[in-house]
Structure formats: structure tokens, C-alpha cells
Antibody, heavy 120, light 109 residues
Framework: QVQLVQSGAEVKKPGASVKVSCKASGYTFTSYGISWVRQAPGQGLEWMGWISAYNGNTNYAQKLQGRVTMTTDTSTSTAYMELRSLRSDDTAVYYC?????????????WGQGTMVTVSS | SSELTQDPAVSVALGQTVRITCQGDSLRSYYASWYQQKPGQAPVLVIYGKNNRPSGIPDRFSGSSSGNTASLTITGAQAEDEADYYCNSRDSSGNRNWVFGGGTKLTVL
């Protein structure tokens, strides 16, 4: 079945970096985009950015420009999100979501989420 | 503007109809998508496009749009529909950027 499986929880110190993976299965990876979305504890959803698994094109949320990098490895059907210079307000659950080209920009399949805790 | 506005909380009596709204300038150009999120779970897509439901989503969920406002309607709300609901759409920049509404907590009484 179509699924996105994310890497496990991380605990990082302020100023460090984190890299979260999102492994796709059950579909042709390069035919879709991947968006990353985060959710701070008790808060709403925040869009972080998008990457085309076809050609690697990216768009990032303005507030994260310069700190976030999204990449894909088509040989393993895996997307990655790296966030640098971590701060306490980066503590959140991070989700990857599939973005089909023909679904009016909806996010149709989501990963299970990865908890990232930033604490000294 | 690149913001989507939702009411923070809405309640509905069991079996009644409820409408959850989402307002924003980007909705004049792009469809809203709607997501249901239950505590401790990832969001689930419930409505996309003009009024489309992914496989497995009950037909009591429907969507509509007028001007800068998109709506999610649940006709005959069930106890299991109690959840947070989020809208999202592309933003007005023309790039592949998205924005989420702040979410609506639905309580089924």
C-alpha cells in the first residue's frame, strides 16, 4: 500500500542540526512532490516547504529560508528535511506529505510524524 | 495576503449539520483542501478540489467555495468526527508555496 515512513524521534541541543527522513513505498516516487509540515505542541500546522521528487526543485517557507534544506534520493525513494541552527521553538512534530500533480495541490498521504525536541 | 482564517472552535449536536469555514485571498485563485486530525495522529485529507473525497472518506463530508471563503460541511455529524480540522491552499505568490489555516476544533455534543 502507499505509505510514507519517517525516521524516529530526535533530541537536539540549541544550535545543532537535525535531518529527518521520509521513505516512500507503494507508488512511483518521482511522479509526485513532497511537502514538509510541522506542528509545535498544542499548535496548528505550519507548511515548511516542497520538493519535486522528479527534478529536485524546491520552495521553502520564507521564515525558514537559509535554515532548511530539502532533498531526495530517488535510488531509495526517500525524502529528507534538514533544519539547522535549531532553537527551542523548533520543537515540533515534523510530517512529510505526498503532493500529487493532479489533486488540486492537496496533500493526500502523510507520514506518521517525527518528534524533534530542542533542549539544552 | 497569504493567510487563511478559521474559527478556533465549533460545536454540533450529534446527527446535526455543521459548517466549518476558511477565509483568505488565495481562495479566490486556488481550491482549499481540508484535513482532519485526531489527537496524536497525522492529518488525513478529507476534501480536495471543488468537492472531492478521497477513497474511504464518508459522503457526509462535503466542500464548497464562494469568493474568498471555502467551507467544509458535515451532514449528520458522528461522534468520531470530533477532531481538529485544517484548511490549506496554495498561497497568492504564484510559486509552489502553501499556507494552512489555524485550525478549528470540532466538538460533537
Amino acid at each position: 500500500q502507499v505509505q510514507l515512513v519517517q525516521s524516529g524521534a530526535e533530541v537536539k541541543k540549541p544550535g545543532a542540526s537535525v535531518k529527518v527522513s521520509c521513505k516512500a513505498s507503494g507508488y512511483t516516487f518521482t511522479s509526485y512532490g513532497i511537502s514538509w509540515v510541522r506542528q509545535a505542541p498544542g499548535q496548528g500546522l505550519e507548511w515548511m516547504g516542497w520538493i519535486s521528487a522528479y527534478n529536485g526543485n524546491t520552495n521553502y517557507a520564507q521564515k525558514l529560508q537559509g535554515r532548511v534544506t530539502m532533498t531526495t534520493d530517488t535510488s531509495t525513494s526517500t525524502a529528507y528535511m534538514e533544519l539547522r541552527s535549531l532553537r527551542s521553538d523548533d520543537t515540533a512534530v515534523y510530517y512529510c506529505a505526498r503532493v500529487p500533480a493532479n489533486l488540486h495541490d492537496a496533500f493526500d498521504i502523510w507520514g506518521q510524524g517525527t518528534m524533534v525536541t530542542v533542549s539544552s | 495576503s497569504s493567510e487563511l482564517t478559521q474559527d478556533p472552535a465549533v460545536s454540533v449536536a450529534l446527527g446535526q449539520t455543521v459548517r466549518i469555514t476558511c477565509q483568505g485571498d488565495s481562495l479566490r485563485s486556488y481550491y482549499a483542501s481540508w484535513y482532519q486530525q485526531k489527537p496524536g495522529q497525522a492529518p488525513v485529507l478529507v476534501i480536495y478540489g471543488k468537492n472531492n473525497r478521497p477513497s474511504g472518506i464518508p459522503d457526509r463530508f462535503s466542500g464548497s467555495s464562494s469568493g474568498n471563503t471555502a467551507s467544509l460541511t458535515i451532514t449528520g455529524a458522528q461522534a468520531e468526527d470530533e477532531a481538529d480540522y485544517y484548511c490549506n491552499s496554495r498561497d497568492s505568490s504564484g510559486n509552489r508555496n502553501w499556507v494552512f489555516g489555524g485550525g478549528t476544533k470540532l466538538t460533537v455534543l
